[in-house]
């Protein structure tokens, strides 16, 4: 006793199929809009009631009185310098860990997954002592001070996102560079790096998108001189007279990096975001 | 003798941990050492510019035995953990079985649902502050525009504040285990389903019995990830609910850092911080060695 055909039941899987997908991405997407929305709209109508959804004169206002009001610049110019100077020395310490790791298995699995392990550390347990260290060595306040600290959770990542992609590749171009007269350094340098760029450039791309949207240590170790997005972000949290249009824009361009991340290098988000345990 | 073969060995594998000793050193720097720092700092009663003094175990003892509210705190992190692991892993799983399907506009629909998975924590807890807000939010203005009554202060009420935060981070981290379990997913080769099809299972077999035990490594890694994840939780909570009303949404990372931070309570935040740590990483080690036997 058959209620639909075959084919009928196919489409009425599929209805079902588009009708979830739709709900879930319009849910999804709502919070976003709405930052989106009142970053865009003028005082009068954020407090509209009941809520405008689409803003009546769209204006940039917000975003321009962040930039010139407010610290704007100052916290965009100190997170890209933290972010750009973390990457570099994340890299610089993960490459040719990982290339041991993965080539000539130093320290046997012991020492991968003790590095590993200092991924799963949670910060705040750290930055208690960090901060009473941080304040003898007069790090406290400074761009060399979060450098250094955001190397806690991106170094581990790092190391075993590139393992992964070390083990992947081919010994046999490496073993050709060898015979070929190259030192190891030089077969790394001139073979396996350039061929592993790809890769090498999305590990780093995460590790600045991590540096990024950390808050924590950033809240934690800085005072009034270094102040980072996030910490421009958490200015308006006061729940009296939060700057609604201010807020919203802060968000929007927190959100921005994450956002072009996912767009652009969606094949790697899983790969990256298990650090490689799942490919 | 071997010898003559053996030196070059011998510092070959000297060199290869030349690759290895900067970062090394450098976490033994920046964690180890720090750590073991506070490990003598949790016997002592260190307040932030008064000196201070070797107390033995009196730090343990009060937080174990007489700190309400450090119980409380991990009562709370349990309340927002499970049911936001239950609900991003339900609705992972069944997006990702959906997007598994080949219909059309599959690509714009992830595009669309993996957009929070890079999101900072701290801007979502900004940006979901404004959305609950009562009057002007737009939680509450999309429950009015359905007709409902709503001007409800979600985050001043003591028994919503906890399913407002499980709600943020349902949206921001569902998208993550849905793209992991999809990979898992697509990474079946088509055949087995096909094959079982012929003989006549239906769908929901093949959920069972064939994608869900070949997608199991990807579940217990994802399960693992994000339940350390959201023990860690701070940026979040922090930024959406500073702790809740009457602490009412103040996890175990949040009390640690009022009390290193706001109470200036230096050697008790470092008790607090180590117990946290035996925790964390009992907890870890004892789901590896239960999840992966099984998994095995």
């Given at each position: 006793m058959k209620l639909l055909s075959h084919r009928g039941k196919r489409h009425l899987v599929?209805?079902?199929?588009?009708?979830?997908?739709?709900?879930?991405?319009?849910?999804?997407?709502?919070?976003?809009?709405?930052?989106?929305?009142?970053?865009?709209?003028?005082?009068?109508?954020?407090?509209?009631?009941?809520?405008?959804?689409?803003?009546?004169?769209?204006?940039?206002?917000?975003?321009?009185?962040?930039?010139?009001?407010?610290?704007?610049?100052?916290?965009?110019?100190?997170?890209?310098?933290?972010?750009?100077?973390?990457?570099?020395?994340?890299?610089?310490?993960?490459?040719?860990?990982?290339?041991?790791?993965?080539?000539?298995?130093?320290?046997?699995?012991?020492?991968?997954?003790?590095?590993?392990?200092?991924?799963?550390?949670?910060?705040?347990?750290?930055?208690?002592?960090?901060?009473?260290?941080?304040?003898?060595?007069?790090?406290?306040?400074?761009?060399?001070?979060?450098?250094?600290?955001?190397?806690?959770?991106?170094?581990?990542?790092?190391?075993?996102?590139?393992?992964?992609?070390?083990?992947?590749?081919?010994?046999?171009?490496?073993?050709?560079?060898?015979?070929?007269?190259?030192?190891?350094?030089?077969?790394?340098?001139?073979?396996?790096?350039?061929?592993?760029?790809?890769?090498?450039?999305?590990?780093?791309?995460?590790?600045?998108?991590?540096?990024?949207?950390?808050?924590?240590?950033?809240?934690?170790?800085?005072?009034?001189?270094?102040?980072?997005?996030?910490?421009?972000?958490?200015?308006?949290?006061?729940?009296?007279?939060?700057?609604?249009?201010?807020?919203?824009?802060?968000?929007?361009?927190?959100?921005?990096?994450?956002?072009?991340?996912?767009?652009?290098?969606?094949?790697?988000?899983?790969?990256?975001?298990?650090?490689?345990?799942?490919? | 003798m071997e010898s003559s073969i053996k030196v070059p060995k011998k510092t070959k594998k000297v060199q290869n941990y030349l690759y290895v000793a900067p970062t090394v050193i450098f976490i033994i720097l920046i964690v180890i050492f720090p750590l073991v720092y506070s490990l003598g700092v949790s016997f002592t009663n260190t307040r932030l510019g008064r000196p201070s003094a070797f107390i033995g175990l009196a730090n343990y003892g009060e937080a174990l035995f007489d700190d309400h509210r450090f119980w409380s705190s991990v009562l709370i992190t349990f309340k927002i953990g499970a049911p936001a692991l239950v609900l991003e892993f339900a609705i992972g799983l069944l997006l990702a079985t959906l997007l598994n399907r080949n219909?059309?506009?599959?690509?714009?629909?992830?595009?669309?649902?993996?957009?929070?998975?890079?999101?900072?924590?701290?801007?979502?807890?900004?940006?979901?502050?404004?959305?609950?807000?009562?009057?002007?939010?737009?939680?509450?203005?999309?429950?009015?525009?359905?007709?409902?009554?709503?001007?409800?202060?979600?985050l001043a009420k003591p028994k919503l504040v906890i399913p407002a935060v499980i709600a943020v981070d349902v949206w921001q981290t569902t998208p993550f285990v849905m793209l992991v379990l999809l990979a898992g997913l697509q990474a079946i080769p088509l055949q087995i389903e096909e094959a079982a099809r012929v003989d006549g299972a239906t769908s929901w077999q093949i959920f069972k019995s064939i994608n869900l035990p070949l997608i199991t490594k990807a579940l217990v890694a994802v399960f693992l990830l994000r339940l350390i994840d959201i023990i860690k939780l701070f940026d979040m909570v922090w930024l959406l609910t500073q702790g809740g009303p009457g602490g009412t949404a103040e996890t175990v990372t949040l009390y640690i850092y009022i009390n290193g931070f706001k109470y200036l309570r230096i050697g008790y935040a470092s008790t607090l911080s180590y117990l946290f740590l035996i925790g964390v990483v009992s907890l870890t080690i004892f789901l590896l060695r239960s999840l992966y036997r099984e998994a095995a």
């Open positions: 599929n209805a079902i199929t588009y009708l979830i997908l739709v709900i879930v991405t319009i849910l999804m997407m709502i919070p976003i809009g709405w930052t989106l929305s009142t970053s865009l709209k003028t005082e009068g109508d954020y407090f509209a009631f009941p809520p405008k959804w689409i803003p009546s004169k769209p204006t940039l206002e917000h975003y321009a009185y962040l930039f010139f009001r407010t610290d704007g610049f100052r916290a965009l110019k100190s997170t890209l310098t933290i972010a750009i100077f973390n990457t570099l020395i994340v890299m610089l310490l993960s490459i040719p860990t990982a290339y041991a790791i993965a080539r000539f298995r130093v320290g046997g699995k012991n020492l991968s997954l003790w590095i590993l392990s200092q991924r799963m550390l949670p910060p705040i347990a750290v930055a208690v002592p960090i901060f009473l260290l941080f304040v003898k060595a007069r790090l406290v306040d400074t761009h060399v001070g979060l450098i250094i600290m955001y190397c806690l959770f991106n170094i581990p990542f790092a190391v075993w996102l590139l393992i992964g992609f070390f083990q992947d590749f081919p010994l046999e171009i490496e073993e050709a560079a060898l015979i070929d007269g190259c030192s190891r350094p030089q077969a790394l340098m001139l073979v396996v790096f350039p061929l592993l760029a790809p890769a090498i450039a999305v590990v780093a791309l995460f590790v600045a998108v991590f540096a990024w949207n950390e808050f924590l240590f950033a809240f934690v170790l800085t005072r009034s001189k270094v102040k980072t997005w996030m910490i421009l972000i958490s200015s308006f949290q006061s729940p009296q007279n939060i700057l609604w249009g201010e807020a919203a824009a802060a968000a929007i361009i927190g959100f921005l990096p994450g956002f072009i991340f996912v767009l652009s290098l969606r094949k790697y988000l899983v790969r990256g975001l298990t650090m490689g345990g799942i490919r | 219909i059309r506009g599959r690509i714009v629909f992830l595009s669309f649902l993996s957009l929070p998975v890079m999101i900072a924590p701290a801007v979502a807890g900004l940006t979901w502050r404004m959305l609950y807000a009562p009057k002007y939010g737009a939680v509450n203005g999309i429950l009015r525009s359905l007709g409902f009554e709503a001007n409800i202060a979600w």
